[in-house]
Each structure stands twice: as C-alpha cells, then as structure tokens.
C-alpha cells in the first residue's frame, strides 16, 4: 500500500548548522511532495513542496531535493536558528487522488 | 485573506458519543480535507470533499461521516465515539482547479479527547 518513510524521527543540530530530513515514497505515482513544519498546539505549516518534473527548490535557508528513481526525497535546512525547532513532516501526494501521505515526522531540535 | 479555521478547539466526549466538528476554508478554496493526528503521528488521511460531496476516503470506518455546505466549509462527524478517536482532527483546504490539485493549507485543529 501507499506509504511514506521518514528519518531520523529526532534530530538535534547546534545553531548555525545544517539539518537534513529524509523521506522514502513506496508510490511511483507520486508527483507532489510538500513539506509541513508543525509547532506545538498547532496545525502543520507548508514551508517547501516540490512535484516531479524537478529536481530541487530552493527558498532561502530551506531546500527540497528529488530523486524519482530512487523515490528520495529530503529536506535541507541550512544555518539553522532555534526558532526552526518544531516537528517536520514530509508528504506525498498523486494529483489523481488529492489525499497526501504522511511520513511519522521528524523532531527537530536547534540547540543555542 | 482570511485562512483556516476549525471549532471547537478543545473537545471532551464520552465512549458511545458522538461529535461534531467543524471548518472553514480558506478564502477562495473550494475543496476540504479531513485528518486525524494521533499523539506523536503523522496525520491519516479521513476524506475529502469537493462541491459538497465526498471525493475520496481513507482506511476510516462509516461512522467517520462529513459534509460541506455551498460556502465550502465543511464538518466530521464521528458516531459511536472509541477510546481509539482521541486525536487532533485537522481541516486541510485548498483550490481544485481543471484538475490540478494545489497545496492544502492546514487550520489548528480540534483536540478531540475521548473518556
């Protein structure tokens, strides 16, 4: 069945450093990856997506890269600030259905 | 602009109850999708509804029912409530247009708790 794969489940860098968030589609048919930051008592926020026809955006600090063959794809945060200590989910979606698929997430930690 | 928005915020129901919860989409969205959250989770996909009838539903029972009105809000409805319903319940909308799906914008949530 449809199913996305997250890594690591908690992940702690030191400011200024660089975080890397993993994720692993079992849909080929997949064809859009947003990425969800999501504080404490609130909803998730979108801060990147990308679909399948490229393979990175970037956005500032944020950056998403895609490997269709592999069926990769991974979320880089550079300089990283205590304010970006949240937890981060990826997803993936095919348009022909409209639901996404949620990774487990990601708990990101920003030490000062 | 105004975004998403769900009520109510908290919620406490007994087992054998049943709930409703509620959402409005975003300014200019006609299409609402529903999630459960459990403690420590990614969110599960329940349904989705596009011009007021259901467009497509997840692993969730029949007792998991929803509706949306003409001005695209939208609300769950969740019968016979189970310990297992205690979640955050989270409202997604977003625009459909010839096809292309665009991105969901996520409201707060509804912190269901079930005793």
Do not use: M
Not at chain 1, 10 to 23: H, P, R, W, Y
Not at chain 2, 54 to 76: A, D, I, K
């Amino acid at each position: 069945g449809e199913n996305v794969e997250q890594h690591p489940s908690t992940l702690s860098v030191q400011e200024g450093d660089s975080a890397v968030i993993k994720c692993t589609y079992s849909d080929s048919a997949s064809n859009y990856f947003p990425w969800y930051k999501q504080e404490l008592g609130k909803g998730p926020q979108l801060i990147i997506d990308i679909r399948s026809n490229v393979g990175e955006k970037k956005d500032q600090r944020i950056a998403v890269t895609l490997n269709k063959t592999a069926k990769h794809f991974s979320l880089h945060i550079t300089e990283t600030q205590p304010e970006d200590s949240a937890v981060y989910f990826c997803a993936a979606s095919y348009s022909g259905t409209y639901k996404y698929i949620f990774g487990t997430g990601t708990r990101l930690k920003v030490l000062a | 602009e105004t975004g998403v928005t769900q009520s109510p915020t908290h919620l406490i129901k007994t087992r054998g109850q049943q709930v409703t919860l509620r959402c409005s989409s975003q300014s200019g969205h006609n299409t609402v999708s529903w999630y459960q959250q459990a403690l420590g989770q990614g969110p599960q996909f329940i349904f989705q509804y596009y011009r007021e009838e259901e467009n497509g539903r997840g692993n969730f029972p029949p007792r998991f029912s929803g509706l949306q009105f003409p001005n695209y809000s939208s609300e769950l409805n969740v019968n016979a409530l189970e310990l297992d319903d205690s979640a955050l319940y989270l409202c997604a909308s977003s625009l459909r247009l010839a096809g292309i799906d665009n991105e969901q914008f996520f409201g707060p949530g509804t912190r269901l708790t079930v005793l």
